[in-house]
DNA sequence: TAATACTGGGTACTGTCACTATCCAACGCC
DNA sequence: GGCGTTGGATAGTGACAGTACCCAGTATTA
């Protein structure tokens, strides 16, 4: 197919597509002449990934184009590639980022103090740890989920909002029951398959995961307080103008 | 204090906290003369705020100033806000988009099909209203995050990824169980507090359960697999020059 | 064969975002 | 009374994700 049925298939204009094939998301057709390319279900199934990454995930190019790198050349290691999809996904942490915001005291101390640790140096991660072992997890400051964590529940506590153990333990075992779900499929898949799969899945299931806190969230308040939510609310919550 | 002290104790810039100001994002100091003005904690909250929210979150400032308008003005009734603060965070979805990306299909057909209904009509979001009917929660189109669960859905279906009845039980029984827990604490609060904290709880507890399923990705792995995960992975997850 | 429409490929431009930079006059403290 | 700091305003920056436009070669049609 030519691009303009390409871009009518996948919805994206193709003007973005040949931005995309600039930026090498997306490979060239099959040159048949100087001005003619044949491009396949291949490409097809390529740009609704993206679509899906940018649209689902809002995330930025760059992002996209480590997530498809990952999927084209995999480490063969599923370990490997989950750690590479984690680092590609938000919250995007630095290793050490997370430690160095710590500075910020309401007694106003000199942030050169925690600087003295280098970018590279071990951190310590000390909310992350916590958790982590609280819920009989290996601690391991290299993996990027655990800054990612610190950086997590210190925004909680900057923001004043409760976090304690017993918190820690529902969320980990909730979190854990969603993962030993998704680990019974990749045990059976192959290596490649199995990269594919969790470099996708961490970047696609976990919107689904939100969305159905959300849901549930709605639900159990309705539950708590039935009738309160039945006109009122649904008017005000969903705007009749999408511009709002 | 002076804005630059304001500056020191939260670790955001001169500059950037005038920029703030000048979005209405922090309320302006107490004027004491015309160059000079006074700001106090009630300040230093708002920017600490403001930095959980841009940094954990990534949060465009639009939505900062969303979110934080909700909580100057509360709506009262927590399911108002909180259906408010869903709007506001990603993925941002506009009531009928999700439906109206279904007509990217690869058999091709005319899009305008698909685009007779008007968006505010009534759409059927079929994927978010399997799932929700599954979990014995009550469908309801207006609820933003039924558009989102919609366009999640249709994101792993166009990434090819499984999704299923079990699965979609386990996920929702985890996410009610995390829904519970956190409803219980807001159950013993006043409805202003309570505003507050469903606004800030959906923007900050998010990025904790996200980064406690890729722990606990990472934790089963290396229960499946053990020693696999020693020394090669670590070094190449988190490499040491934080350009990566 | 000629006119027309559609490519592939390239360069240049646009709008948005979240800051930065710079300026100025008015403090205030020493 | 001099000098650094402040509030307030205007303008500029760099990254990002496209758009617009142009050209010449190709396919289709007249």
């Given amino acids: ?67 498809l790198r990952l999927i084209d050349h995999p480490a063969d ?5 989950m750690g590479a999809a984690v680092s590609a996904l938000p919250p995007y942490v630095l290793p050490a980022d997370a430690a160095m915001r710590e500075s910020a005291d309401p007694a106003g101390p000199e942030p050169a103090d925690t600087r003295t640790r280098e970018p590279g140096d071990p951190v310590r991660y000390p909310r992350a740890r916590r958790a982590i072992e609280l819920l009989g997890m290996e601690f391991d400051p290299n993996w ?10 210190l925004g909680l506590e900057q923001a004043g909002l409760p976090w304690d153990d017993a918190r820690a333990k529902r969320y980990g075992a909730a979190m854990l029951s969603v993962a030993k779900q998704e680990l019974k499929t990749i045990a059976a898949m192959t290596p490649q398959q199995a990269v594919s799969y969790s470099v996708l899945g961490t970047a696609l299931y976990e919107p689904v995961l939100l969305a159905l806190r959300r849901l549930a969230h709605r639900s159990l308040i309705d539950q708590m307080a039935p009738g309160a939510a039945d006109a009122g609310p649904d008017a005000a919550t969903a705007p009749s103008p999408p511009a709002g």
């Fill in 1 to 67: 197919m030519r691009i303009s049925e390409l871009a009518e298939r996948t919805g994206v204009s193709v003007p973005t597509l040949k931005f995309y094939l600039r930026e090498g998301l997306l490979d060239k057709g099959e040159t048949t002449a100087a001005t003619r390319a044949e491009y396949g279900a291949e490409h097809v199934d390529r740009v609704r990934l993206i679509s899906a990454l940018t649209a689902v995930r809002e995330l930025p190019l760059a992002r996209v184009r480590d997530i």
């Fill in 77 to 81: 290691d599923p370990v490997l590639a």
């Fill in 144 to 153: 990027p989920a655990t800054a990612q964590l610190e950086a997590a529940l």
